[in-house]
């Protein structure tokens, strides 16, 4: 064995410099990546089998190449491990568990060596390079950033960011809009996750949320906190709407989004290639804000359905195609913005509607309660929409309507009643007619009218009731004229969980008869 066994090269030092500020990554990252290429080399020079690693002085550039064995009071394996007693000779403080160290002679790369070596080092800083990346980006998700169009593959257009790369896929740019090598592109970064090949930063120029950015670099009271955007709905490149509220009740919220001339709106519309925006006032109430969001049109009338979370809007005939908007954008948008189902009639359908309503209730009352026009108009005109209503209110309210009494009031009462019974009887004919179970329709809480509406749709027995869901049973019931009151969900869970109990009390049972 040699007497030399290090060897000071200085110039490893600076190599590992330049690379460690070309590519923004730690030094001793570069200096650790040149170890295991040496360490690598050495392996393939002296064994494969052999614990050899390499060390470079961080001060001077020496590097030591040492075999390691492990002391053991067996050995397995003669190329990593040595018997405590020779250690002993080598080390008297030698102990189980140390590592003896015998130093090896310098390497002579040779072409094979130092290509390998290379190729280690290369590998190594760019595994550092990927993660100084990801950690530098992974907290800048939500940002707007500006690069250099590197090059477009396939459409995807792969942007320099200066100190990483990043790619806007296709989908994620705005319709007709093309990039070359070159161009200066500003996007939004929505996601950064790590990823085989390395970290991916990919950006967007479609989200609502670089929209909402994009205000806020433009307009200094968003970047104050002073105006908060509420809600952005985009339809990318064509037209977006954005809801805008004040904390302070000096400042228009619209007038300073559109700016002086509208100068700050049109500084977004620029970068978004003419896409046209409406800045609308945000509103606590979800009908205010419904209205304010279907701007440009006029709005009438609202009624709101909370449960469903679906609006029905009146406008005037004259406004309709406005409301709705060129192939439905603008009712869209406005339901993405609000997050309301909007449904949008005229006044002149909702007048029909209302007419067809009202005749349809009068004849359904005339024909079941054996009256005339004139009473069954004044109970629908009352609000009376079913005969549930009429046989169980208290009878002062009907003894309240204009033209009625007690008398008659006890006489439609009565009426009502007889006629909830014998429609209730034919649908317990309807009922077994259609086989449903008897222990399905002994199930508490199942209207008559419910059960023919299950029995209609296939739902026959406990297990198939069991087996539906909230959701299922809702739906069901509610597309069925027979049902009644619409069902709410909670109620439906309910129904449903008590008509699984037969199968755990099954499962208790052969549990037990198992024991």
Known sequence: ??????????????????VAR?????????????????????????????????????????????????????IENEATQIALAEAKRLNPEAEIGDFITDPLPPIDFGR?????????????????????QYLEFKDRVGEIVNGLVKRVEFGNVVVDLGRAEAIARRDELLPRESFRQGDRVRA????????????????????????????????????????????????????????????????????SCVGMRGSRVQAVVGELQGEKIDIVPWAADPATFVVNALAPAEVTKVVMDEEQRRVEVVVPDDQLSLAIGRRGQNVRLASQLTGWD???????????????????????????????????????TEGFTSLEEVAYVATSDLA??????????????????????????????????????????????????????????????????????????????????KAGAPLELEAANALIMTARAHWFEDDAAADSSRE
């Open 1 to 18: 064995m040699e007497s030399t066994v290090t060897y000071a090269r200085p110039e490893l030092l600076q190599v590992a410099d330049s």
């Open 22 to 74: 070309d590519k923004g990554i730690d030094r001793d990252e570069v200096i650790e990546a040149m170890e295991q290429a040496i360490q690598k080399a050495g392996r393939s020079k002296y064994g494969q089998e052999y614990d050899i690693r390499a060390e470079i002085d961080r001060r001077n550039g020496e590097i030591r190449l040492l075999r390691f064995r492990e002391v053991t009071e067996t």
């Open 112 to 132: 094979i060596a130092a290509q390998t070596a290379k190729q280690v080092i290369v590998q190594k800083v760019r595994d550092a390079e990927r993660q100084r």
């Open 188 to 255: 939004y970064i929505y996601d950064v996750r790590q990823e085989p090949r390395g970290p991916q930063i990919f950006l967007s120029r479609t989200h609502p949320q670089f929209m909402a950015k994009l205000f806020a670099q433009e307009v200094p009271e968003i970047y104050d906190g002073i105006i908060e955007i509420k809600a952005v709905a985009r339809d990318p490149g064509s037209r977006a709407k954005i809801a805008v509220v004040s904390r302070d009740s000096g400042i228009d919220p619209v007038g």
């Open 342 to 380: 909007i449904d949008i009639l005229t006044e002149a359908e909702e007048s029909e509607r209302r007419t067809e309503e009202f005749r349809s209730r009068s004849r359904m009352f005339i024909d079941a309660l054996d009256i005339d026009e004139v009473i069954a108009h004044l109970l629908v």
């Open 400 to 481: 309240e309507i204009e033209g009625f009494d007690a008398e008659i009031a006890e006489e439609l009462q009565a009426r009502a009643r007889g006629a909830l019974e014998r429609r209730d009887q034919e649908y317990e004919e309807r009922r077994r007619e259609l086989g449903v179970a008897d222990d399905l329709a002994a199930l508490d809480g199942l209207s008559p009218g419910m059960l023919v509406a299950l029995g209609e749709n296939g739902i026959k027995t406990l297990d198939d009731f069991a087996g539906l869901s909230g959701d299922e049973l809702v739906e069901l019931l509610a597309g069925s004229d």
